[in-house]
Every structure is written in C-alpha cells, then in structure tokens.
C-alpha cells in the first residue's frame, strides 16, 4: 500500500514545477516583447531578401542600416542588388538607398548608381547622417527590361538606433 506522503510531495514539485515554467514563459515573452518593440542599438540591422526575375535574369535585393554611437552617432542606409543568374552587362541592375526614421517616415534619398561593369552585384551605401536618432533603410533596385529599367522596392530594414 502507498503512502500518503510521497504523493503529496509529488505533488508539491510538480506545482512548483508548473509556476516556476509559467513564470520562466511570461519572462520570456515579457522579453520577445521588449526585443520586438525596441530598436536595436548601434550596430547593423538587415531587410529580408527579396527576389524577382526580368529579362531571365533572376536577381535579388535586400537592405541594411548601420549605425555608430562611437562616430558622432553616425547613420549609413546601403542597398544591394545581385544577380543569381551570373553575371549581368554594364548598366543592366542598379540600386538606391534610402534612409526612413523610426516610424517609417521617408527622410533622405541617395542618387541610384549602376553596375559600370560586367558583375554579379553592387552594393551602394550613402544616405548618411550624425544625429542621434532611430533610423531604418528601405531602398529600391532596378533591372534592364530591354528598352527601360524596372524599378523594385526592396524590404525595410528594422529599427536601428545611432
């Protein structure tokens, strides 16, 4: 016959077992929600990848943002387009970085540059700032349709703070 006793301290142990891992998942998501509502600090923060095809060339985009707090709280938006087709012609892809504030304001737009030779990608940095502040980068890319360029937004970067 059991006893009475080991079952209670079963049971005990397994309470505390139960409030100690509800209290470690609130902890948790407590801290995926600071993390996710906060910017990053200084540093480098990445867009997603895009891709799309055009004149069958398949290409690919994406962003970043990069800031410094040790250089005057120094904000760089960069934009790269590459090709996974290979090389492409001179001129064929470009790109435009554009620098956005922290809550998705546009507030400066570098001038597009062009691959100026044969090449699987360029990646074109500018849109730079001294000024302590929350910033992200959106740019845009372009591919040679034959007669014209496209033009392709890429993904916004997240939050970065100089």
Same mark, same amino acid.
């Given at each position: &016959?059991?006893?009475? %006793?080991? =079952?209670?301290?079963? $049971?005990?142990?397994? $309470?505390?077992?139960? !409030?100690? +891992? #509800? /209290? &470690?998942? +609130?902890?948790?998501? @407590?801290g995926m929600l600071i993390g996710v509502v906060s910017p990053a600090s200084a540093g480098t923060a990445y867009s997603s990848t895009g891709y799309y095809s055009q004149n069958g060339i398949n290409y690919y985009n994406w962003n970043q943002i990069y800031t410094n707090h040790s250089s005057n709280h120094r904000a760089s938006a960069s934009t790269k387009v590459g090709?996974?087709? *290979?090389? =492409?012609? !001179? %001129?064929? &892809? *470009?790109?435009?970085?554009?620098?956005?504030? %922290?809550? #998705? #304001? @546009?507030l400066k737009t570098c001038d597009w540059a062009y691959n100026w030779q044969p090449s699987m990608g360029i990646?074109? +940095? #500018?849109?730079? /700032?001294?000024?302590?502040? =929350?910033?992200? +980068?959106? %740019?845009? !890319?372009?591919a040679w349709h034959g007669t014209g360029y496209y033009t392709y937004a890429s993904f916004l970067s997240p939050n970065q703070n100089s």
């Open positions: &016959m059991r006893s009475s %006793g080991p =079952v209670k301290q079963s $049971w005990r142990y397994r $309470w505390r077992a139960i !409030t100690l +891992s #509800g /209290t &470690m998942a +609130s902890a948790f998501l @407590l090709s996974n087709s *290979g090389q =492409v012609d !001179t %001129g064929w &892809m *470009g790109a435009q970085p554009r620098r956005f504030n %922290g809550s #998705g #304001g @546009l990646f074109v +940095s #500018g849109c730079s /700032t001294n000024s302590h502040s =929350v910033y992200a +980068s959106k %740019g845009r !890319t372009r």
